[in-house]
């Protein structure tokens, strides 16, 4: 498996835009986790789904935050419209079971000027 | 709630000294304790958890119930260990990780 597969790595975006990250799980993992990490709050937990239900979103910080998980091996986290303060890097991590060992993505590097 | 805190964000070792980066929990169960490692613009991967209690590239951590801490230790530092460390906790089958804010080791030469 190729693990936990995110894209893009690096999106720049003028403020106001619509903003898509896209992730893949690992094949077989019921959970899937979308944290964001900053230098200031290190990494939050946003939302997670378990078998592509979201189950908790009280991380997400503002209604222009939303994220769909269509199908057992795709995800999307939207900002819309995107402000500068979203500037951070966007982690989607999969597990086998809620509180297990998470498997990590890249990482999408969101830059809003 | 849960909480995890590493009351350090920037850690500084010559190369060969002693490591210890620190990790304190507030959970009243039995928690499930974790130390992830991000190295410079690689994903966070898992470096070791308390309950195999294994030492993995040098590094060890024991969990201290009574003083709900999982602290990190190496003995002699190595300039390949430096990178930002998370120490994360999950109540086993009832909520995801919750990570500390990070530590920042930085291994000089």
């Known amino acids: 498996d190729a693990g936990v597969i995110q894209s893009p790595r690096h999106e720049v975006t003028e403020m106001g835009q619509e903003v898509t990250l896209r992730c893949k799980p690992i094949s077989g993992h019921d959970y899937l986790f979308w944290y964001r990490q900053t230098m200031m709050r290190g990494l939050e937990l946003l939302i997670y789904f378990n078998n592509n239900v979201p189950i908790d979103d009280s991380g997400m910080p503002e209604d222009r935050f939303s994220a769909k998980m269509p199908n057992a091996s795709f995800s999307t986290l939207k900002i819309q419209p995107s402000e500068p303060r979203d500037s951070a890097v966007y982690f989607c991590?999969?597990?086998?079971?809620?509180?297990?060992?998470?498997?990590f993505g890249q990482g999408t590097r969101l830059t809003v000027v | 709630a849960q909480r995890v805190t590493q009351p350090e964000k920037l850690l500084s070792v010559f190369k060969g000294a002693p490591v210890e980066l620190k990790c304190n929990y507030s959970?009243?169960?039995?928690?499930?304790l974790f130390w992830y490692v991000q190295y410079s613009r690689q994903r966070l991967q898992l470096l070791l958890r308390h309950i195999s209690r294994e030492s993995i590239k040098g590094f060890t951590a024991d969990l201290n119930k009574g003083e709900t801490s999982f602290h990190l230790k190496k003995p002699f530092a190595q300039e390949e260990d430096s990178a930002m460390y998370y120490c994360a906790l999950s109540d086993p089958g009832n909520t995801p990780l919750v990570f500390g804010k990070g530590t920042r080791l930085s291994v000089i030469a």
């Open positions: 991590a999969s597990s086998k079971r809620e509180g297990a060992e998470a498997f």
């Open positions: 959970y009243s169960g039995s928690p499930e």
